[in-house]
């Protein structure tokens, strides 16, 4: 006889995960700010929400999952791959090397003057494709049991 792999009672699991959910987000987002001063950036950003993402997963299920993050991953993939790609080839249609990266001093408001960097795009593209990538890998795993 098949026992039901769903847990009766997970409302420690479920409710600790949304909480640790947060702080690892948050803590990973600071992550991909840091990396461009100090160890972090994109892929390390992107494995922790990633990281994030499955702990739902398994505090949830994936139909939970999907119906709270209704994101197509593979798609998130493909996003983040142009952004990639499109912030290398900026550089080559300006006539410098690619991935030549560009940046600029700017004054925003409550934050004063900021150096704001090209890098910060490509990072973005990077995290969004490890994002996807784990995610379509772990819920292609998930879905195959």
Do not use: C, W
Not at 51 to 69: E, G, H, Q, R, Y
Not at 94 to 123: M, N, S, W
Request: avoid cysteine; charged fraction near 10%.
């Amino acid at each position: 006889m098949k026992q039901n792999s769903r847990r009766v009672n997970d409302v420690i699991l479920q409710t600790a995960a949304i909480i640790i959910f947060f702080i690892i987000v948050i803590f990973s987002i600071d992550l991909f700010f840091a990396g461009h001063y100090s160890p972090g950036g994109g892929f390390i950003g992107g494995l922790m929400t990633s990281a994030a993402l499955v702990l739902l997963l398994l505090a949830f299920d994936s139909k939970t999952l999907a119906n709270v993050l209704p994101i197509d991953y593979r798609l998130m993939t493909a996003t983040g791959l142009l952004i990639a790609l499109a912030t290398g080839l900026h550089s080559v249609f300006l006539g410098r090397p690619f991935l030549t990266h560009a940046y600029g001093k700017f004054d925003l408001p409550l934050l004063g003057e900021q150096t704001l960097h090209t890098a910060i795009a490509f990072d973005l593209g990077v995290y969004l494709v490890v994002i996807g990538i784990t995610l379509t890998i772990i819920q292609t795993i998930g879905e195959s049991e």
